[in-house]
T-cell receptor, first 115, second 117 residues
Framework: KAGVTQTPRYLIKTRGQQVTLSCSPI?????VSWYQQTPGQGLQFLFE???????NKGNFPGRFSGRQFSNSRSEMNVSTLELGDSALYLC??????????????FGSGTRLTVV | QQQVKQSPQSLIVQKGGISIINCAYE??????FPWYQQFPGKGPALLIA?????SEKKEGRFTISFNKSAKQFSLHIMDSQPGDSATYFC????????????????FGKGTHLIIQP
């Protein structure tokens, strides 16, 4: 059974540009969440999608957005990139919407470097 | 505001010893407490999780102890092995999110564990 697939694995962008990251969840998983991991702030929750609707959102500026498609695949977009957006972006999928019952499976992440 | 505090930041344990990592939370709405293990270049992987209705949960060499009144929980790794060397994160969330989706996890800052052979 394939795990959570994130593409690309590595990305270098220039300040001011925008970027789109992709996540394919485990087959049958309907919930997809995104996290940002940095050495200083650690792992921080960005947002969660279930059945193509954003259900939950962390404390990030509006430059960070996402969407989920009917096949549960998700994309995350960051506009007007800043140097501080350099991070490992992790996608996590879950079978259902109840956290404790199903848990999360994380992908290996996309390493974004903003120069 | 850091809602989940994790200690120590780093830990060195001899092979066969017990590794202990502690976490404290502030938000009393949290009722799901997982631990994740992360190796370099990989995403976090769920190790073990606990709900507040039990004070201890054991899975193999990994045990979570939970103290609801103190708002603290800890991970014990028995008979620690070099393969356990990794970064460990505690986390907390609400088991059910009223918005209908899955609640976001609030993570501790992580503990870098080294098991010396």
């Amino acid at each position: 059974k394939a795990g959570v697939t994130q593409t690309p694995r590595y990305l270098i962008k220039t300040r001011g540009q925008q970027v789109t990251l992709s996540c394919s969840p485990i087959s049958g998983h309907r919930s997809v969440s995104w996290y940002q991991q940095t050495p200083g702030q650690g792992l921080q929750f960005l947002f969660e999608y279930f059945s193509e609707t954003q259900r939950n959102k962390g404390n990030f500026p509006g430059r960070f957005s996402g969407r989920q498609f009917s096949n549960s695949r998700s994309e995350m977009n960051v506009s007007t990139l800043e140097l501080g957006d350099s991070a490992l972006y992790l996608c996590a999928s879950s079978l259902g919407a109840v956290t404790a019952a199903y848990g999360y499976t994380f992908g290996s992440g996309t390493r974004l470097t903003v120069v | 505001q850091q809602q989940v505090k994790q200690s120590p930041q780093s830990l060195i344990v001899q092979k066969g010893g017990i590794s202990i990592i502690n976490c404290a939370y502030e938000n009393t709405a949290f009722d799901y407490f997982p631990w994740y293990q992360q190796f370099p270049g990989k995403g976090p992987a769920l190790l073990i999780a606990i709900r507040p209705d039990v004070s201890e949960k054991k899975e193999g060499r990994f045990t979570i102890s939970f103290n609801k009144s103190a708002k603290q929980f800890s991970l014990h790794i028995m008979d620690s092995q070099p393969g356990d060397s990794a970064t460990y994160f505690c986390a907390a969330s609400r088991a059910r999110y009223s918005g209908g989706g899955a609640d976001g996890l609030t993570f501790g800052k992580g503990t870098h564990l080294i098991i010396q052979p």
